[in-house]
């Protein structure tokens, strides 16, 4: 019974030529529209963390995405690294404790509910189908049947991508992504020569810095790339004017 959802699922989504979108848009939105969720994104993972946003339903959903990525904690951190499903249903109650940044930024964006599915190929990381709720409230075993339907779809929707981009395609990986984070990549190595830090601690460095200065990771690499920010070897910053 399942593979035969999940057969559907790509049917109905594959076989929608007339909508001008990709095909993980469109597994977002038929997903959104399966369940009784308020929307739904999806995210590449790596063995180092979340590596980008495939696609979003909505502008929750891009914050929730970008929150995981800029702090590298949440609930799609921790689904890719254990391989099986996070359920928030009361983010509330629970998250706080768990992933302090995340959850307050979250809960403060109006987000009551999360729930983060691994999309895994044996022990191949590809990324994590997330969906979130405006209000607490948990899946009941039917919905999470049909979420975890989805969630192989959208894996079969990944490696059918991986194998048609090209190499020199815009994105991470082989993969499109709604936002390029390599300027990311370029910032973490610009920072660990500034700094005289290892990479990891390197990217620390940037998370914890646009944390603190309310800002995405992606705005702040750009303005260490362009010279704007400039890291100590002490790890501290400094903004540099002009």
Request: aromatic share 2%.
């Amino acid at each position: 019974m399942a593979s035969l959802r999940v057969a559907q699922i790509l049917a109905a989504v594959a076989g929608d030529v007339s909508a001008a979108t990709t095909l993980p848009q469109r597994l977002v939105d038929a997903c959104a529209d399966s369940l009784p969720v308020s929307g739904a994104g999806i995210a590449l993972m790596t063995d180092a963390g979340p590596a980008g946003t495939v696609a979003v339903t909505d502008r929750r959903a891009s914050l929730m995405e970008d929150l995981q990525f800029t702090l590298g904690e949440g609930p799609c951190v921790d689904s890719s690294l254990s391989g099986r499903p996070v359920l928030q249903p009361d983010l509330a109650a629970t998250g706080p404790a768990r992933w302090p940044g995340f959850s307050a930024a979250a809960l403060e964006a109006g987000i009551g509910a999360v729930f983060a599915l691994p999309l895994r190929v044996g022990g191949i990381r590809l990324g994590v189908l997330d969906l979130y709720r405006d209000q607490p409230g948990a899946l009941t075993s039917r919905e999470l049947t049909e979420a975890l339907a989805h969630a192989d779809a959208a894996t079969a929707i990944l490696l059918h991508l991986q194998a048609r981009t090209p190499a020199n395609g815009t994105g991470t990986g082989l993969i499109p992504v709604v936002e390029d984070h390599a300027a990311v990549h370029q910032a973490t190595g610009i920072v660990s020569v500034q700094a005289d830090v290892t990479l990891t601690e390197a990217l620390g460095l940037l998370r914890a810095r646009a944390f603190a200065a309310d800002r995405s990771i992606v705005a702040l690499s750009h303005d260490v790339v362009a010279g704007l920010v400039h890291f100590t070897s002490g790890g501290g910053e400094i903004d540099n004017e002009g």
